[in-house]
């Protein structure tokens, strides 16, 4: 490119000079002539081979001066040109040597901005790409540490119960067998998780749409987890309304009205309630589960949907994706679940939008 670069300035300064030249030669002969007339009118005295010799003499050293100024273009130009074709270069192969860099996994790397808008324009995508690149690296390695931390510990307690039952300290009742039952299915259910979040993000998903009475659904899911809020004593509070029709997965918004909603369980103290809360808005349909649990603070808002987090990593059960997941699952159908809260100790509200296609309301629930 270099090479072809510089060629294109070259042929662009030889036409210049070309051009130069020849109408040089041709308009300064005329312009001599035509001022040799005038002046012929003035010099009548002088002998026709004085001025043929006059008119010779000036002619020469016209284009003698053309060709020098000819020549010194040339030269200038050309430097010139070969100065231009640098300076454009020398950006496009810094671009080059970062592009490399980044296909070599060097990902902080970037390119400088040059001056030149259009080379700016290059660069600033090419730093956007190394951005986009080296977050995905950050993400992929802060997961394997992540399953790797999360691992840790089943794993470690089923080896401890397998070399208790080796050794005789501990005997195998149903006491102890049922405790490494419980480790195993918290592998299993981790695996099962991580299966699910993966397709999620990466948008593998299948998805069965239909259309669903949403009102119908949140109390299909309600009235499957009630036992265990009856349990724990708490109060859910399911309010009912007409039917809202939308197009959707129902078994995938059932899974994140199930995350929700135990959710909300799990950090809603004995004597606590939670609300459940349908209402249309615009083009979207919103299912609120309010609760009147510990609450979040700012940060905790911020981080409550990262892979692993968990406001009280004490609390049993739970591998710390279930939010991640339920998130995923909603975008995929165009919607979103979002959080707020007024602080510590004063609950917190998750809420569940999905898009109310249209034409909705003109189909039969299934």
């Known amino acids: 490119?270099?090479?072809?670069?510089?060629?294109?300035?070259?042929?662009?300064v030889a036409v210049g000079m070309a051009i130069l030249l020849v109408a040089g030669s041709r308009l300064g002969s005329i312009f001599v002539d035509a001022h040799l007339r005038s002046m012929g009118h003035m010099m009548e005295g002088m002998a026709a081979t004085g001025m043929s010799q006059l008119e010779e003499g000036i002619t020469t050293a016209f284009n003698r001066a053309l060709l020098w100024a000819t020549i010194i273009s040339a030269v200038a130009a050309a430097a010139f040109a070969t100065f231009s074709a640098l300076r454009l270069l020398r950006p496009l192969e810094e671009v080059r040597r970062v592009a490399r860099r980044l296909a070599d996994g060097s990902y902080h790397e970037r390119a400088p901005i040059p001056r030149d808008e259009e080379l700016a324009a290059l660069a600033t995508d090419v730093n956007a790409l190394a951005e986009a690149l080296e977050e995905t690296e950050q993400r992929r390695s802060r997961l394997v540490s992540e399953v790797a931390h999360e691992l840790r510990t089943p794993v470690a307690t089923l080896k401890g119960?397998?070399?208790?039952?080796?050794?005789?300290?501990?005997?195998?009742?149903?006491?102890?067998?049922?405790?490494?039952?419980?480790?195993?299915?918290?592998?299993?259910?981790l695996a099962s998780d991580l299966s699910s979040l993966s397709r999620a993000e990466e948008g593998q998903v299948e998805l069965h749409l239909e259309t669903v009475d949403l009102n119908h659904l949140v109390h299909d899911v309600t009235d499957r987890l009630r036992p265990q809020f009856d349990d724990q004593d708490v109060?859910?509070?399911?309010?009912?309304?007409?039917?809202?029709?939308?197009?959707?997965?129902?078994?995938?918004?059932?899974?994140?009205?199930t995350n929700l909603v135990g959710n909300a369980l799990s950090?809603?103290?004995?004597?606590?309630?939670v609300r459940v809360r349908l209402t249309p808005h615009v083009d979207t349909a919103r299912v609120e589960v309010s609760d009147t649990g510990r609450g979040l603070t700012a940060e905790q808002l911020?981080?409550?949907f990262d892979r692993f987090y968990r406001v009280d990593r004490s609390a049993a059960g739970g591998?710390?994706?279930?939010?991640?997941?339920?998130?995923?699952?909603?975008?995929?159908?165009?919607?979103?679940?979002?959080?707020?809260?007024?602080?510590?100790?004063?609950?917190?509200?998750?809420?569940?939008?999905?898009?109310?296609?249209?034409?909705?309301s003109r189909s039969r629930p299934r």
């Open 1 to 12: 490119m270099r090479a072809r670069l510089l060629l294109s300035h070259l042929a662009v």
């Open 161 to 189: 119960y397998m070399e208790g039952l080796l050794d005789g300290v501990f005997q195998p009742d149903p006491e102890t067998l049922a405790a490494a039952v419980r480790e195993a299915g918290r592998l299993e259910r």
């Open 235 to 257: 109060d859910l509070d399911v309010e009912s309304r007409p039917p809202l029709l939308v197009v959707i997965d129902r078994d995938r918004i059932a899974q994140v009205l």
């Open 267 to 273: 950090y809603t103290p004995s004597g606590g309630a």
């Open 302 to 304: 911020g981080l409550v």
């Open 319 to 360: 591998t710390g994706i279930g939010l991640t997941i339920a998130r995923s699952l909603a975008r995929l159908h165009g919607g979103d679940v979002t959080a707020s809260s007024p602080g510590i100790g004063h609950g917190s509200t998750f809420m569940l939008t999905v898009p109310i296609e249209r034409g909705a």
